[in-house]
């Protein structure tokens, strides 16, 4: 049931009401799992290990990924470079790393309003035309190029979405142990790829081994923290400045019902300026939980250049990983790990510093589809600070000084 007398669902698409998304959505509903349900449930044995202080988990990937780098080679590219943040975790922790892409699914993007402005010049008489556009929002949706026509939404476009997702993860090497991951925010998409198994028929998402529901969807008793619950994957939220400790509360007892280690994970986005004024009181809402704490320094750290661009400075981003290690070792909890935007590719979207942001960047080198990510070399340096970071906090609270 799909309920459509009720509230509208918060960042769906205005797709159009001809009927072609149903047909599409009973298109989805007959196509073969992408993650069989045993590999969602080896995934969460794997997070209990986080859960339980024993491991850590990397989660990491594009913003959005786009349908045309889509390729055999450039997925092995990511899972190599998935599978390098393990071994530098590793290498740091001397504890196991569990690595989950941003990968295989991730198609859709919740925007903060639903059309842009775009200038235009009338060519040959320099006057400028102003017109608004609707928002890119995901391969799945639409198209990023500006133009009424390419940003449609496009229900055909969801098969197209689980046609590369079903390449990505045939494409992902065999025993690289690299999980998949992406936001759930297409409810539709989602609902019809539930599949349900043995006996006593329990759902399980075959999109993915994670899903995650994103700041802006995490509305107490919203359809996306239903649609979570309904699912026995392991799940995790996106906790944003606004998070209240009555919502996290909530949202553990409604993910998490039954306290098991590896089910729900909270990624903290929280930015460097907040992260020790507003997560004591998140932890202390979940404490009765065996929730995973994921820390995701990007998504609260992002500003415009001097030249409009949208980017992140690696000081800052590392401060918020710093914040978040410090305020989780005062608590003696574990770190249980990162959550990031990364490319293997060597781009230039994100700065060393907030100054550095003035030089401006050139289109050949600034490629997300959405978000400024980490380069390679950025990439590798933040992770292998954060690792030494979370490195000591592990063994205090191993020591056990404070309860854990
Ligand atoms: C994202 O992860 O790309 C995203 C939109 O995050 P958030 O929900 O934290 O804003
Ligand atoms: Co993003």
Redesign the pocket.
């Known amino acids: 049931m799909r309920g459509t007398q009720e509230a509208p669902i918060a960042q769906e698409p205005p797709w159009p009401s001809d009927g072609t998304l149903d047909a599409v959505l009973a298109e989805l509903a007959g196509r073969p799992a992408l993650v069989p349900a045993a590999e969602a449930e080896r995934l969460i044995r794997r997070l209990a290990e986080v859960a339980e202080g024993r491991a850590h988990l990397v989660q990491a990937g594009d ?1 959005v990924e786009l349908f045309d780098e889509v390729s055999p080679a450039a997925t092995r590219r990511k899972v190599a470079q998935l599978t390098g943040f393990a071994e530098t975790f590793e290498a740091h922790t001397g504890l196991p790393t569990v690595t989950v892409g941003r990968l295989g699914g991730q198609f859709a ?2 925007r903060s309003k639903p059309v842009e402005r775009r200038v235009d010049v009338v060519p040959g008489s320099g006057v400028t035309r102003v017109s608004w556009l609707p928002v890119y929002r995901g391969e799945a949706v639409n198209d990023r190029e500006p133009s009424e026509s390419a940003r449609t939404a496009d229900p055909a476009r969801l098969l197209r979405a689980y046609d590369k997702a079903a390449e990505i993860h045939a494409a992902i090497p065999a025993g690289s142990d690299v999980f998949t991951s992406h ?1 759930a925010l297409l409810l539709g998409y989602e609902r019809a790829l539930v599949r349900r198994h043995g006996p006593e028929g329990v759902a399980y998402s075959a999109s993915a081994h994670l899903l995650w529901i ?3 969807t995490r509305a107490p008793r919203g359809p996306h923290l239903d649609f979570a619950a309904s699912v026995a994957n392991p799940v995790a939220v ?1 906790l ?1 400045p606004s998070a209240h400790p009555a919502d996290v509360r909530a949202l553990v007892d409604l993910l998490d019902p039954h306290r098991t280690p590896g089910r729900l994970t909270l990624i903290t ?1 929280l930015g460097a300026a907040n992260v020790h004024a507003a997560l004591p009181g998140l932890l202390a809402a979940a404490a009765s939980h065996p929730v995973i704490w994921l820390c ?1 320094p990007m ?1 609260a750290n992002t500003f415009i250049s001097g030249c409009g661009r949208k980017t992140r400075a690696v000081d800052t981003m590392l401060a918020e990983v710093d914040g978040f290690a410090r305020v989780l070792r005062a608590h003696g909890t574990h770190p249980g790990g990162l959550h990031l935007e990364v490319t293997p590719d060597q781009v230039t979207e994100c700065v060393p510093t907030a100054t550095a942001a003035e030089h401006g960047f050139d289109a050949e080198s600034y490629r997300t589809g959405c ?1 400024p990510r980490l380069s390679r070399t950025q990439a590798a340096a933040f992770v292998a600070r954060a690792a030494a970071g979370f490195a000591g906090v592990t063994e205090h609270v191993r020591s056990g000084v404070l309860p854990g």
Request: aromatic content about 0%; glycine content about 16%; some cysteine.
């Open positions: 913003c993007k919740p936001e994103g700041d802006r996106k944003g986005r995701d998504h978000d």
